[in-house]
């Protein structure tokens, strides 16, 4: 079947199917007048195209392919490819997508009619739709799913308070394009930027533009510029001064775009970001030029704003994870930041992950491709490594000029003098960098876990038996200084003097502490100082150049607005012991993205410094060193190759299978019988009697297809049980 929506099975089976969308005849009522919809036969098709191709939703994985259906002449002139339809399937009014319309049709019975357009908006383009069918068999999902999640439901006052696009006739299939107007999906694939001392030439001095100091940079916005399409992994810098940052960087290779008469899609992780990133293409491009798309938007808005795109009154789209199916016209970039963030991956089936999605974009519009952020996740490093992108660095030379000191609390000297050190929360040379930076501006102080005290253990020296709860085995903790102790799982109230279940004493002890304690005794040890809490619901965007104790959770930290005068990373062990696969490179992310915020050296003062706290010897922990160096590229190269040796994600792919263990039974049977390997037997059932297992790849390329053929065969079978399958996400491999 055309319209790139997956090919339809051959024989008989189809036409039977087909003739069932048919609805039968209904009963003639007294009186001798039918009340029914005229049937097909009775309502002419169109003269031009009268078969349209519709993809129906309806939510089951084994019907996800386009259905043909006749158009009516009475709906000739709204029936358009990518708007939005109402059709007859199985009985029952479904919505779906008028993907294509031609002259005749594939099926040789009688076609059901479209029962209405409800609106003829043209909104899945066909580039988009292009980019969602290579990610729905990427993830071995439906291509329903994936529409579901890049096209926001219709709004009919947004959609009437948008104006329409000048001269907009190419939205009519039966209009012939201007002449000059580009191909609307063209299947080319972004090519590497070059690299090399001859790829940025420039007689500007460091630090007068974002982009001076990378020497592949400057050649990627001229390339860009000129309508080709590089594709590139950047490894940003600190800010150095103002105009400097990342958001500037950004702004300046969306300006290229559009001086080449192109658009661009920025997706980061928060809203925050979003904020930034606008207000520096608004600075570099003018007003007006940007819509946001967040979730925090209302339906109206975010349809208002997906118009504007669409219509192109609206150049650049910026915006959080749905941002990256923004309906820009004429793209020339698409900019990912950060993209370790697991905020970047969809949680919804089939479980995308923005990387992927703007990178089949790019290949399908022929556009430039930049992901880039402080750290280098291990995906981005194994594209960088396969020729996928290229690579935009900064030379050795200008990190050490540029990046913070990072100090280990309790290593070289300062054990020496603070034996304690290692084994101390908040050491001394952390509590130094505090005082002094606190003479100056503000200082920042990342917090790896959320709320109060978050587990309790018996204070006797000699047990340390970790607080259970009597009702459900969950660990105990505090809300509050004068809450009390309470199940974090159950909310089950433990009472007061309970003894513990190994001695019996009826003291305890907290044995991690959240950001709201640290808080609280950051705020005792400074009488006076101003205290800052970041995280959770409560999530500060900036903070001014003005002393104050910052608090805050990993993702949460403000921006300061001149740079904070030290940073502070308490509990570093917690992030490195996390039981997931990329614990490591995880932890480096969160670790730099909070250092990044340090004061750039202006000549004016010390160096700014941070200080890790809670490490053991730096010597033999790679993430570590690698913070120390600032040098996540060489992190993120070190885990590929231990991936590639284990044959591990991303280097070989891995399907997560979780639900009922009949299901999941069920499911891995299937899996294996398709030729992919199963690395063990099912997890016991957890209190929600959900089990999971890991399936790994057999031969390449086979594992998605497979996933795809078992969720069609369960749907087609009507399985009751609700099995999850999710490939490529580090925690569920671990």
Do not use: N
Request: net charge positive.
């Amino acid at each position: 079947m055309s319209g790139g929506a997956g090919t339809r099975p051959e024989g008989s089976g189809e036409a039977t199917e087909q003739l069932a969308l048919v609805p039968a005849p209904a009963p003639t009522p007294p009186g001798g007048r039918s009340r029914r919809r005229k049937s097909a036969s009775e309502r002419p098709g169109a003269e031009v195209d009268p078969v349209a191709a519709v993809l129906v939703d309806t939510g089951l994985p084994h019907l996800d392919r386009p259905f043909e259906y006749l158009v009516p002449a009475d709906l000739d002139v709204d029936a358009r490819p990518g708007c939005r339809v109402r059709v007859r399937f199985a009985g029952r009014d479904h919505d779906g997508f008028l993907l294509e319309r031609r002259a005749e049709p594939d099926h040789p019975g009688r076609l059901a009619a479209l029962r209405s357009v409800v609106s003829p908006e043209g909104v899945l383009t066909p580039a988009v739709l292009a980019a969602a069918t290579s990610v729905a068999e990427h993830y071995g999902g439906t291509l329903a799913d994936v529409l579901r999640l890049a096209i926001p439901p219709r709004h009919a006052r947004a959609e009437r308070g948008v104006s329409p696009r000048a001269g907009d006739t190419a939205t009519d299939p039966r209009v012939p394009a201007p002449t000059g107007t580009p191909s609307p999906a063209p299947t080319g694939t972004p090519s590497p930027a070059p690299t090399g001392p001859q790829a940025a030439p420039t007689d500007r001095p460091l630090g007068a533009g974002p982009w001076d100091p990378y020497p592949a940079g400057p050649a990627f916005l001229r390339r860009t510029e000129a309508g080709e399409s590089p594709a590139a992994a950047w490894t940003a810098l600190p800010a150095r001064g103002p105009g400097t940052d990342w958001p500037a960087a950004v702004a300046a290779a969306v300006g290229a775009a559009l001086r080449g008469g192109r658009g661009a899609v920025v997706v980061v992780p928060d809203h925050r970001d979003v904020d930034r990133v606008v207000d520096a293409v608004t600075a570099e491009a003018g007003e007006g030029v940007c819509a946001r798309l967040t979730a925090d938007l209302g339906p109206e808005a975010r349809y208002r704003a997906f118009l504007s795109l669409l219509r192109g009154h609206a150049r650049v789209a910026v915006g959080t994870r749905s941002a990256a199916w923004a309906p820009v016209v004429r793209p020339g970039l698409f900019v990912c930041w950060d993209d370790g963030d697991d905020l970047h991956q969809e949680p919804r089936a089939p479980y995308h992950h923005v990387r992927e999605v703007l990178l089949e974009r790019a290949r399908h519009e022929e556009a430039a491709l930049l992901v880039g952020g402080y750290a280098r996740s291990v995906e981005l490093e194994a594209w960088a490594a396969a020729g996928v992108v290229a690579r935009i660095e900064p030379p050795r030379t200008v990190v050490r000029s540029c990046a913070p000191r990072v100090t280990v609390a309790g290593e070289g000297r300062a054990e020496e003098r603070d034996p304690a050190a290692r084994t101390a929360r908040i050491p001394s040379t952390a509590w130094r960098a505090l005082r002094d930076g606190l003479t100056l501006g503000p200082v920042l102080v990342q917090v790896p876990r959320q709320g109060y005290v978050v587990s309790l253990t018996c204070a006797e020296p000699g047990c340390r038996t970790p607080a259970r709860c009597p009702r459900c085995e969950g660990p105990v903790g505090l809300v509050g200084a004068a809450a009390a102790a309470t199940c974090r799982w159950c909310g089950h109230e433990v009472p007061r003097g309970a003894g513990c279940r190994s001695c019996g004493s009826p003291r305890l002890r907290a044995a991690g502490v959240g950001a709201g304690r640290t808080a609280e005794e950051l705020g005792r040890a400074f009488p006076g100082a101003r205290v800052v809490r970041s995280g959770g619901e409560h999530v500060v965007a900036r903070v001014p150049d003005a002393p104050a104790l910052v608090v805050a959770t990993p993702g949460a930290e403000p921006v300061a607005e001149e740079g904070y005068r030290a940073v502070v990373l308490l509990d570093g062990w917690l992030l490195l012991d996390r039981a997931a696969l990329d614990a490591s490179v995880e932890a480096h992310r969160r670790w730099l993205s909070a250092a990044a915020l340090v004061r750039g050296t202006r000549g004016d003062g010390p160096r700014p410094g941070v200080v890790l706290c809670g490490v053991p010897a730096h010597a033999g922990v790679p993430a570590v060193e690698a913070l120390v160096r600032w040098d996540p590229v060489s992190l993120a190269a070190r885990e590929l190759a231990e991936r590639t040796t284990l044959g591990l994600p991303p280097v070989r792919r891995h399907v997560t299978v979780s639900g009922p263990g009949g299901g999941v039974r069920d499911v891995v049977e299937a899996l294996e019988a398709a030729g992919q390997i199963v690395l063990g037997a099912p997890s016991p059932a957890g209190p929600d009697g959900r089990r999971a297992t890991v399936v790994r790849e057999g031969a390449a390329g086979t594992l998605a297809p497979a996933v795809r053929a078992v969720r069609a065969t369960r749907s087609a079978r009507k399985a009751e049980d609700s099995v999850r399958l999710v490939l490529d996400v580090a925690e569920a491999s671990s």
